[in-house]
């Protein structure tokens, strides 16, 4: 099965400033299988990015997706007081075609 | 925009089955480009997709438990529900329900925990 692999595990920003988080995958993945959610605490997971890069609606501009085969990212260009949460990243596919999660990236307060 | 809520109870005894339920509200469950699927989060830990179910009955299982799942559609309910049998600690977690479509899960509840504890 296909592993991901997120980095950093935490990401210490201040608002206004632009976090970068990494998802790499430990096989090559088709980027139409990709997707990236954002967590708060208490939360369900909520779609942000689908395809690797399309934005789910309702998800502002200020986050974009990119990337393909096995490297990905997913960038928020300003941090909002209401980004400072976890993301993961989601893949579906394999041999068993299931979704399979990285282990999230937590994005806090600095 | 549609919603999505579990519910079941929050207390499993160990060996006993789980047995949750999704009420779907603002959209209908039968239609046929979407699927329904549930995860769950054990706590401080990521997520893991147990499985789908489309309206038409069709399921798909993750392998790592897939002996012990069955997902339904409500026969007579905009719902879709979850049972796994023979639970010991290590399902103690927050359950999820979700819409998906195609590669990705569009719409989550908000979760509810289930622990398995005598």
């Known amino acids: ?110 | 925009q549609v919603q999505l809520q579990e519910s079941g109870p929050g207390l499993v005894k160990p060996s006993q089955t789980l047995s949750l339920n999704c009420n779907v509200s603002g959209g209908s469950i039968s239609s046929g480009s979407y699927y329904w699927s549930w995860l769950r989060q054990p706590a401080g830990k990521g997520l893991e997709w147990i499985g789908r179910v489309y309206f038409s009955g069709t399921t798909n299982y993750n392998p790592s438990l897939k002996s012990r799942v069955t997902m339904s559609v409500g026969s007579s309910k905009n719902q879709f529900s979850l049972k796994v049998t023979s639970v010991t600690a290590a399902d103690t977690a927050v359950y999820y329900c979700a819409r998906g479509y195609r590669y990705q899960l569009l719409d989550w509840g908000q979760g509810t925990l289930v622990t398995v504890s005598s």
């Open chain 1, 1 to 110: 099965e296909i592993v991901l692999t997120q980095s950093p595990g935490t990401l210490s920003l201040s608002p206004g400033e632009r976090a970068t988080l990494s998802c790499r995958a430990s096989h090559s993945i088709l980027s139409n299988s990709l997707a990236w959610y954002q967590q708060k605490p208490g939360q369900g997971p909520r779609l942000l990015i689908y395809g690797a890069s399309s934005r789910a609606s309702g998800i502002p501009d200020r986050f974009s997706g990119s990337g393909s085969g096995t490297d990905f990212t997913l960038t928020i260009s300003r941090l909002e007081p209401e980004d400072f949460a976890v993301y993961y990243c989601q893949q579906y596919g394999g041999s068993s075609s299931i979704f399979t999660f990285g282990p999230g990236t937590k994005v806090d307060i600095k």
